[in-house]
């Protein structure tokens, strides 16, 4: 599985204006609907059940939340860039300003582990975290994304 794989060019969102992670939260469940035909209710409530368990906030302004849904045809990501970054519980108390939200079918334990894995590994690479952050057009921010992995180690 690469990001690719998960990851549409329409569920790349440079987000302004938000200020909380429940407005956050709402975006992305909204563009989430949209793109997989679940109910946007059902996906914002999976996401702020499982960020209640504990902040999907990593560190370094980074978060990658994360829910189960019943029905979803697989493994889908949406990326979210914000203009000002937001409180969001962090690990190390830091705002927020580039998240990784994914959504898995009921039951999709390894390949949703695998998902996690593959997009916590590329957030760990800091020239793409920073290329990231300079960046505020999505089609450009989803070509950085879903470049093959050995791309972003090259050079």
Excluded: W
């Excluded at 960020?51 to 906030?57: A, C, R, V």
């Excluded at 009921?106 to 894995?117: F, I, N, R």
Aim: proline share 4%; charged share 25%; aromatic share 2%.
């Amino acid at each position: 599985m690469e990001l690719a794989d998960i990851l549409a060019e329409r569920a790349v969102l440079c987000c302004t204006g938000v200020e909380t992670k429940r407005q956050l939260f709402e975006q992305l469940a909204e563009r989430a609907a949209e793109l997989t035909g679940s109910p946007q209710a059902e996906i914002l409530s999976a996401i702020v059940s499982r960020e209640d368990l504990g902040s999907t906030g990593l560190g370094n302004g980074i978060a990658i939340p994360h829910g189960k849904i019943a029905g979803l045809g697989g493994v889908t990501a949406l990326f979210a860039r914000l203009d000002q970054p937001i409180d969001f519980d962090s690990l190390d108390d830091q705002p927020v300003d580039l998240v990784v939200m994914l959504l898995a079918p009921t039951g999709a334990g390894a390949d949703h582990l695998k998902a996690l894995s593959i997009v916590a590994r590329l957030l760990r690479t800091e020239s793409v975290v920073d290329e990231l952050r300079r960046m505020d057009d999505s089609a450009r921010i989803h070509a950085l994304l879903t470049a093959p992995i050995a791309t972003h180690y090259a050079a």
